[in-house]
């Protein structure tokens, strides 16, 4: 039986993302802080996210490996961004809590 590169990770790959993303949305909560400060701060970390964790790769070989590479490489990248958004959150004094 043979299992190709490609189909492994598109299957890690939709895996992780069903994983990671869950069912729950988080809110971020930090007392006396106006919806205006809230906006400004959540932009400015998702902002400096995207610039710590740029993402990119570069795959060569078949389509196929380069499709996987190029999958995993952007899932790693949002799995990235999203924990430094996270931490910049938190570095300006917001609690995360998840909705119900």
Excluded: H
């Amino acid at each position: 039986m043979k299992t190709t590169l490609g189909k492994a990770a598109l299957l890690g790959g939709c895996f992780a993302v069903f994983t990671l993303t869950g069912c729950a949305q988080v809110v971020w909560d930090r007392p006396a802080t106006t919806q205006a400060e809230f906006s400004m701060d959540a932009a400015r970390c998702n902002m400096f996210s995207k610039q710590a964790a740029p993402g990119g790769v570069i795959a060569y070989g078949s389509p196929r490996f380069v499709a996987a590479a190029s999958l995993l490489s952007e899932l790693g990248t949002a799995v990235q961004q999203q924990s430094f958004y996270q931490d910049c959150m938190q570095a300006n004094g917001y609690i995360a809590r998840a909705t119900q």
